[in-house]
């Protein structure tokens, strides 16, 4: 049961209170980006490449500025003249905006058309006539990185290759040499395929550009406005549009797990052509545009080892990465760290030996990557450790969760301070294991695995303990573009006691209208009912650098918990001066204090904000307001114990996901409902990679699957009932003791799925297969093995 | 070409070019923004609303051929009056979306497989909305929140609406 | 997605339909549920000048029986199909494959007429049709004319329907007592389109002999197969498992499945292996039943 300091009226901390969004959505009145219209809005469509690589001969716009309603074709030598035709991405690389000469990757923006609609734009669209010499495009990432493959990136002068950055942390001396001496040494290499968050709404804008007041508001689906303003002002202050000209507006957001972080071209054209015609201008991807051209997530190619004991401890590991950014790397990882937090890759184990290192590469692929519901680049750590211990236990024949039990870093060992040095802050590994173990009825199930095998039938068990790290960040480490990885918050309680919030934030389903009013009902005693919460706009909310990589919570959550505290600090002393008492002689409970000994004598919440305004002590500033800029100490460390059954159709191989108990440790919780919702979602993004989900390309580097018809994104029918549960240790460091929950699942059941199906052929002599695993590569590793009609 | 429908009860007269996608009629002419767009291959089932009763794909339907029809959308499910329909309640009550944006075309496919089977089994739910895709919510609250408003209509008394933890 | 410009009529009759299809030639096209080709005209694959809507044709929907024949008029939804008391008497085998079409809001609209004149040998009905020994009716200038299943499919999207003729209905011949059908098909996830997919249709005599077979199979040849060795291997013959092996076994050599993102071909040829073998054993089932 999860304890509630504060009663259901004030639905603070632990209350399942129903979310607030929900009343707008499920009437359709949310406000998404579609949905706005301007007077005079002109509508954008974009002309893309169809080759990965290829010379741009001429682009012939004749035909299309005859299509009615046409009003402009804008290409990359337009925009030259205003020097707009290259940007920066979040990883201060470059991108071109559109392209004067080269086209890099399959669907590449090439040309935008300008019309009255979009049907007008659209048939603009087709009519544009771009000739191109195409040229053998370099797909392999292993490929790109020899020597003698051609440069892809001669934009850059004095490149000499298609290396991107060597990346590296941990001890390689000291690895090295356990290895070497280590009685049992496994290794796999294995990909994390490239995938895409495809969230149901896709990327859009509308940008307007007022001429008489030289301002810009930019609506747009982003996750993180404030950093988008600021990146627009850096690409356009040249031309006259400065910060304070600036205003994005993010409004309702139809899902974003990382996809609506970066820099699209498509936004900046929008700016330029609003800009430079003087008229609002929409832009709306299509789903293919967006499977096929924006940013991807994942794509590691990762040489795995484990180095451990006969009896079953794990000694050291050892992580080479292969990251293929595509054309160039707009992935969304502090500057700092070009591959992200993969070093946490040393997972839930107590052992003080690794190295990871990481080299990333250019392609002639979309760029990227981004997250996929998860914090950057945790999801292919897990994956990796994951998988090497399930592959260690079967090496030395130990069961895969005792072998987990036995290397668990302990409760009591925590802060932990791991080979690649992160500090973790708090965790019970044990506990979350042993729950999930007797929920699911481990023991049992093994026992019918074991009959099952004696008939010749498949089926498997899976376990991924994983530990993330979440919440970037501390400032002295954490950076976006050099800004500091804070976040913010800002409560203003009106005279009658009812209360605005404002967030550096922005949610897109994440339920944060009700989350942060409940961390402030918690505070101060304010009915969360009574506290509206708004982010996105960048002229009202505070400055933050958004939500993505489960920080919301860990940042602006911390925020929202300091800024009521000041508050509740004014609202002590308001209480001291009305109640006649010192301020020591005054007891909190949530909604009031009370003279210490004399609960008759007492003033609520509503009461002192009201004197704030109304009846305040001589010197003290007018007003209940407070402003905090959180910059977390540390991360936070969520954790889980997931627990995958599966059964496999030795025919087809057909894989059944028969029960999947996941029990996560995210701290203290806010809302036991919405964390909930969150881990469903999160497992259901961990199935989809799991079993369903990869972009593919040919050695052309044509997309072979570019449609939501062939890009399998899971139904309710292949999404299987999950059973969840939590353990809590809350994190010492965070004021109210939470983690952040949303990307948990997706980083923890990959692995969980794929080592139940591992653990289920490995009878066979199979001990890895690559995600997705689909019915197709069971059935053809078991023919592999000759396993196939035994 | 001029089409008369009924939307929402409400008689529209129109002039359109045949090409005109039904969705786009519903979001642009009459500026009905509940009815979303996710998709360009009739897979992901934003943009579901009924036709003549009938749940359908309105981004695969041209708005000549809703012509004589009568359209529903996301827009008339509560009661003019604000009192929400049950399913409205289930997906609320039982944390049945997130982002919000698959919702609508979830409740107008929902409405209709109610009507065929108004106690359907969690399988014939879950193959009943699987024209539907949401990114964010995993499905489980929205098969509950769809057994919600079974129970509902049926006069029963709904499960708990409270999270279930093992 | 948008469409190119096009025209569009919606007749009242049938003949009105057909002197339009024969007015504008190769540049029309009939609109049936549209749910092939309205996404096809989306993304400029088809690019039509004229469509003519057949959905307000009157006679055209239904499902009945006469004379021993069961006909399903060319308009008549998938949703109608998938809940037809009278197809469900006779045919479980239609409760199968409509389940497994796309999705409900596209049975809403799609139609079988459509999914056959399409001529795509990924879409489900060929199969069927082609185990259940169907006959497609044509509606043309100079009248109606019969098509058996068999002469139907000619190639990738080409079908016997010459330009300016209609698929009006289906008629299928009622089966013996004795008789049992089923239908599966293999997918990446629901709604996809087959991986591989066979129907099956048997009748038994009361000592267990097969009399009749059928056998359709989806997505593994270019157009519909239908598996005639399967069948020879069991008519004459009582169900067991070595006559099934051998109908299993003709059908995955026979066929001519293509590798791509859904299996290689070798793969493709042991699920069909696979699929006739169940589906024999679930028609049989039922036949019991």
Redesign the interface.
């Known amino acids: 049961m999860i304890q509630c300091k504060t009663s259901k009226a004030i639905s603070g901390m632990g209350h399942s209170m129903k979310r607030k969004e929900d009343i707008r959505f499920i009437q359709g009145r949310g406000h998404y980006v579609d949905d706005i219209k301007l007077d005079g809005m002109l509508y954008m469509d974009i002309t893309r490449s169809p080759y990965a690589y290829a010379k741009i001969k001429n682009i012939d716009i004749s035909e299309a500025m005859k299509v009615p309603g046409v009003v402009a074709v804008i290409t990359g030598k337009d925009l030259e003249k205003y020097n707009l035709h290259w940007m920066p991405t979040i990883m201060s690389d470059t991108q071109m905006v559109l392209p004067t000469d080269t086209v890099m990757y399959q669907a590449q923006e090439v040309a935008a058309v300008i019309a009255t609609s979009r049907y007008a734009a659209r048939d603009g669209r087709e009519a544009v006539k771009v000739e191109y010499e195409p040229m053998q495009a370099l797909v392999d990432p292993f490929k790109a990185m020899d020597p003698s493959s051609p440069v892809l990136r001669t934009d850059k002068p004095g490149k000499t290759d298609n290396h991107i950055w060597h990346w590296e942390a941990g001890d390689k001396a000291k690895t090295e040499k356990v290895f070497s001496e280590a009685a049992v040494v496994v290794k796999e290499q294995m990909h994390i395929p490239r995938i895409h968050v495809s969230s149901i709404e896709t990327c859009g804008c509308v940008a307007d550009y007022d001429k008489i007041n030289n301002h810009l508001t930019m609506y747009m689906t982003t996750q993180a406005p404030h950093v988008l303003r600021t990146v627009f002002a850096l690409v356009a202050g040249h031309v006259g549009l400065t910060e304070e000209k600036i205003r994005v507006v993010s409004p309702d957001i139809g899902g974003g797990f990382g996809g609506k972080v970066p820099v699209y071209p498509g936004y900046v054209i929008a700016i330029a052509v609003s800009f430079l015609v003087g008229k609002p201008v929409k832009w709306i991807e299509d789903r293919s545009e967006n499977l096929q051209a924006d940013s991807f997530a994942r794509d590691y190619h990762i040489t795995a080892e484990m180095a451990g004991t006969k009896e079953g401890k794990i000694l050291a590991t050892r992580f080479k990465v292969l990251a293929d950014h595509g054309y160039t790397d707009a992935a969304a990882n502090p500057s700092k760290y070009p591959a992200g937090l993969f070093s946490i890759a040393t997972g839930s184990y107590d052992y003080g030996t690794a190295f990871v290192e990481a080299d990333a590469v250019y392609t002639n692929k979309p760029p990227g990557g981004v997250a996929y519901r998860c914090s950057f680049r945790v999801t292919e750590a897990v994956h990796a450790i994951e998988r090497m211990t399930d592959r260690y236990a079967l090496e030395i024949g130990k069961d895969p969760a005792q072998l987990r039990m036995d290397n668990f870093i302990k409760k009591e060992d925590f802060p932990w301070h791991s080979p690649t040095g992160w500090i973790y802050d708090s965790g019970d590994y044990h506990a979350g294991l042993q729950k999930a173990m007797d929920v699911v009825g481990y023991a049992d199930l093994r026992k019918e695995q074991v009959e099952k095998r004696a008939k010749g039938e498949l089926m498997g068990i899976g376990i991924s303990t994983f530990t993330e790290i979440v919440g970037a960040g501390p400032s002295k480490d954490f950076d976006i573009l050099g800004i500091k990885m804070f976040d913010s918050a800002e409560i203003r309680v009106h005279p009658t006691g009812k209360a605005i919030a404002r967030f550096g934030t922005k949610s897109q389903g994440q339920g944060h209208e009700t989350t942060y009013a409940q961390i402030i009902a918690e505070e101060l005693g304010i009915p969360a009912e009574n506290i509206q919460v708004e982010e996105g706009d960048t002229d009202t909310a505070p400055y933050g650098l958004g939500t993505y990589a489960s920080r919301s919570t860990p940042t602006a959550g911390a925020a929202a918990a300091v800024a009521a505290r000041k508050l509740r600090d004014k609202a002590r002393k308001i209480a001291a001066y009305l109640l006649e008492v010192s301020e020591d002689d005054l007891e909190w409970e949530p909604g009031k204090f009370f003279v210490k000994g004399a609960p008759e004598k007492v003033k609520t919440i509503q009461e002192l904000v009201f004197a704030a305004y109304t009846n305040f002590p001589q010197g003290m500033e007018a007003g209940f307001e407070a402003t905090h800029y959180y910059d977390p100490p540390n991360l936070t460390f969520p954790s889980g114990a997931y627990i995958c059954v599966v059964d496999i159709d030795k025919e087809t191989g057909g894989i059944h996901v028969r029960r999947f108990v996941a029990i996560d440790d995210c701290g203290h919780i806010i809302n036991p409902m919405i964390v909930q919702g969150q881990v469903h979602g999160g497992l259901t993004q961990g199935i989809a990679p799991a079993m369903y989900e990869e972009l593919i390309y040919d050695e052309a580097g044509n997309i072979l699957n570019g449609t939501l018809m062939d890009y399998l994104v899971p139904t309710a029918v292949e999404s299987p009932k999950w059973e969840t549960g939590h353990v809590v240790t809350p994190s010492p460091h965070h004021p109210i003791g939470a983690k952040g929950v949303g990307e948990s699942p997706t980083v923890g059941s990959p692995p969980a799925i794929a080592n139940a199906i591992i653990d289920a052929l490995s009878p066979f002599g199979i001990t890895h297969l690559d995600i997705p695993i689909t019915p197709f590569k069971v059935w053809k590793a078991l023919k592999e093995k000759g396993a196939y009609g035994k | 070409m001029e089409i008369t429908l009924k939307v929402n009860e409400v008689q529209h007269t129109l002039d359109v070019e045949p090409r005109t996608l039904l969705v786009h009629l519903i979001r642009e002419n009459l500026n009905l923004t509940g009815t979303h767009i996710g998709c360009d291959t009739t897979t992901c089932g934003a943009c579901t609303i009924l036709l003549d009763g009938k749940s359908v794909k309105s981004c695969t339907i041209l708005a000549v051929q809703a012509n004589g029809k009568s359209v529903r959308t996301i827009e008339s499910v509560a009661g003019a009056d604000g009192h929400l329909h049950p399913l409205q309640e289930g997906f609320k009550d039982n944390h049945g979306l997130h982002c919000g944006f698959c919702t609508p075309g979830m409740i107008m496919r929902s409405i209709e497989l109610l009507e065929n089977n108004p106690n359907p089994t969690e399988e014939e739910i879950r193959w009943g909305i699987s024209g539907n895709l949401c990114r964010c919510t995993g499905y489980n609250n929205i098969v509950k929140a769809i057994e919600y408003a079974s129970a509902k209509n049926r006069g029963v008394e709904p499960a708990s609406t409270e999270p279930q933890f093992v | ?8 009529a ?1 007749p009242g009759t049938l003949a009105e339909a057909i002197s339009m299809l024969d007015k504008y030639g190769e540049d029309a096209k009939v ?1 049936s549920g ?2 092939s080709l ?2 096809m ?4 694959f088809a690019n039509p000048e004229w ?1 003519i ?1 057949i ?1 307000g044709i009157p006679n055209l929907a239904h499902i009945k029986e006469e004379g021993g024949v069961i006909k399903i008029g060319a308009l008549t939804r998938e ?1 109608e199909i998938e809940h037809s008391d009278l197809l469900k008497k006779y045919f479980p085998i239609f409760a199968d494959v409509t ?1 497994l079409i ?5 049975r ?2 799609g139609t079988v007429g459509g999914n056959l004149a399409h001529g795509d040998a990924a879409n489900d009905h060929p199969a069927v049709m082609l185990a259940l020994n169907a006959t497609i009716v044509a509606t043309g200038s100079n009248g109606e004319r019969s098509i058996a299943i068999d002469e139907f499919f000619h190639g990738f999207y080409m079908t016997a329907l010459e330009h300016g003729e209609i698929l009006t209905e289906i008629q299928i011949p009622e089966p013996p007592a004795g008789t049992g059908s089923a239908y599966h098909k ?1 997918e ?5 389109y087959a ?1 591989a997919g066979v129907a099956v249709q048997l009748t038994l005599d009361s000592k267990g002999v097969c009399t009749a077979a059928g056998f359709g199979l989806t997505n593994v040849n270019p157009v519909p197969l239908r598996a005639s060795r399967s069948e020879k291997a069991l008519v004459g013959k009582s169900i067991t498992d070595e006559t099934i092996a051998e109908a299993a076994k003709y059908a995955s050599e026979d066929c001519s499945p293509s590798s791509d ?4 071909e ?2 493709k040829r ?2 069909v292996a ?1 699929l006739v073998k169940r589906m024999i054993h679930k028609a049989v089932e039922r036949i019991s039943k």
């Open positions: 997605m948008i469409a190119q410009s096009f025209q569009y919606s609109l549209g749910h309205i996404p005209m989306k993304l400029r469509l809507d959905n949703a389940k796309a999705d409900p809001q596209v809403n609209r293999l990446r996830k629901v709604g996809d991986t993102l859904r299996g290689s070798e793969y042991a699920m696979v």
